[in-house]
């Protein structure tokens, strides 16, 4: 009887919920009445979620503040006038991969994991608002800090059953005809085993301006297509971290800037922007290169506003993450109710540009932590101290010594150290001699542990915590600013981010 009861009681919540849930996505306004937009702005950061964005916001009011209290100064896309959530889930799962979390913002369909702009049988293939637009006689930019064929860009062009198919994505990416691509370069653009024909002499023999410099790049002028390569890449083909670039190369804001120069037509144009390394620096949970990745990120949206006050009638500009990435929080049991995200500054270089020191260091005669340990200190600030050293520190401290106050909340615990001495034992050992079982992915996640285990050590002190190396299935803020700005506000699915931008571009 009782069972009875309870499983009428579960059915009466289900269609409640359903009814709730039906009402609200039957009260998503995704038409626009309006003037159309002449210029259309889609800012994608990629794994940024508002964990990301009010790290940001709290790692830079920590290090500007001016007293004890806490005043969030917050990055112009945090102060965007219309502010929203988006749902983020995949046809088939409730963790989204980029690829169909892209291929929705760009098309208005869902589709499975992997899947880049096609339905989830892999027959039917969607179109893109870029692709609209174009169609229409706009002009089209798309840029990103990572590889250009990566799953995020490659959804605004091209359709294929998987987004690992790199040398297939760069093909459509060419015969696309958009008129501008920037930032990270082809990947395996002469294919998986190096075979195929070099898709940049491909690109040159449709049409397509190839630059490699800083200087051919931002000498470029409008009216030739144009694929803009940052001079340096990592192995992936894409942009190092902002926080490891260095002065020969552009950043994603004067790829956007140079962007806009090459666009500005009288029929318009539709630009697409990814902070795609922001993602990657979570996946590693480096929280330091995740922080100043998207601080670049909302420095390439301050181009668009610029852009914007010129002509306020005609722009759109909406920010938004397509899923977030490594569970990030503000908060760790260790620090309680406290946040210290000044000690962030101390970290000098990503986990990347660390990844390869200690490729070298492994390659050394002498291989001990001790000898290691110093150039930890210099690129995350982490410190070791004797008994004695840390009794001193102390004493200073309590004096109010203010440099050893610092020294003394960077210096590591024996807990932290016994930590970063087993991981330092492990990345010691070529990749094919580790341990491969459950418990080392749960403490590296497939990175370099002593890297990743400095970060997290380095996080702690902080007060940032981490749940994963993957993504995670929360809703993700939006930001609209301009015309028809207002259609982005509320909580909805991540299918109507494309129908409203459709709407407003009239290309629906």
């Given amino acids: 009887m009782q069972k009875s009861v309870w499983r009428k009681i579960g059915l009466a919540a289900l269609v409640l919920v359903l009814l709730v849930s039906g009402a ?46 806490p005043a969030l100064k917050k990055m112009e896309i945090s102060s965007f006038p219309v502010q929203g959530m988006v749902t983020t889930y995949s046809s088939n799962s409730f963790i989204t991969d980029s690829a169909p979390a892209a291929t929705t913002l760009a098309s208005g369909y869902k589709t499975d994991n992997g899947v880049i702009g096609m339905d989830p049988a892999k027959k039917r293939k969607f179109t893109t608002v ?94 030739q297509k144009l694929i803009a390569v940052n001079p340096v890449l990592d192995g992936s083909n894409a942009m190092p971290y902002d926080m490891d670039r260095t002065e020969k190369e552009l950043s994603l804001a004067e790829f956007t800037r140079k962007g806009i120069e090459l666009l500005d037509n009288p029929n318009g144009f539709f630009m697409m922007v990814e902070g795609g390394k922001i993602d990657w620096a979570c996946h590693a949970n480096d929280a330091a290169a995740a922080i100043l990745d998207t601080f670049a990120f909302d420095a390439a949206v301050m181009e ?24 990030m929080s503000i908060g760790f049991a260790g620090t309680q109710y406290e946040t210290f995200f000044e000690k962030i500054a101390h970290q000098k270089e990503s986990y990347e540009s660390f990844d390869k020191k200690i490729a070298e260091f492994r390659k050394g005669a002498e291989k001990t932590f001790e000898k290691m340990a110093p150039m930890i200190e210099e690129s995350f600030g982490l410190r070791t101290a004797t008994a004695d050293e840390r009794k001193a520190l102390e004493e200073k401290a309590k004096a109010g010594d203010d440099a050893a106050r610092i020294a003394l909340s960077m210096t590591l615990s024996d807990l932290e150290l016994g930590e970063l001495r087993h991981a330092f034992e492990d990345s010691m050992l070529e990749k094919k001699e580790r341990a491969q079982d459950e418990a080392t992915f749960l403490l590296y996640g497939g990175y370099e542990p002593l890297s990743v285990k400095i970060t997290h050590i380095l996080n702690r002190k902080a007060g940032i915590g981490w749940t994963s190396y993957a993504h995670t299935g929360i809703p ?11 259609l982005f506000a509320g909580y909805y699915d991540n299918t109507d981010v494309a129908w409203k931008t459709m709407s407003i571009l009239g290309v629906r």
């Fill in 24 to 69: 609200c996505a039957a009260g998503t306004n995704n038409d626009w009445g309006g003037a159309k937009a002449k210029y259309v702005f889609m800012f994608i950061g990629d794994g940024m979620g508002l964990q990301q964005i009010i790290t940001a916001d709290v790692y830079r009011s920590s290090i500007e503040a001016a007293g004890p209290v």
């Fill in 476 to 486: 993700v803020p939006i930001f609209a600013k301009g015309l028809g700005s207002e």
């Fill in 304 to 327: 668009a506003i610029a852009f914007a006050e010129k002509h306020p009638d005609e722009t759109l500009i909406v920010v938004v993450g397509d899923h977030e990435t490594g569970g």
């Fill in 130 to 223: 870029a692709q609209m637009v174009r169609a229409k006689g706009m002009k089209v930019g798309v840029l990103t800090s990572v590889s250009l064929n990566h799953a995020t860009p490659a959804s605004y062009y091209a359709s294929v059953p998987s987004r690992n198919d790199y040398y297939g994505i760069g093909e459509q990416l060419i015969d696309s005809g958009f008129d501008y691509f920037a930032g990270g370069g082809i990947h395996q653009h002469t294919g998986k085993d190096k075979d195929r024909k070099d898709l940049y002499e491909v690109a040159k023999e449709k049409g397509y301006q190839v630059l490699r410099t800083r200087e051919e790049i931002l000498a470029a002028k409008p009216g």
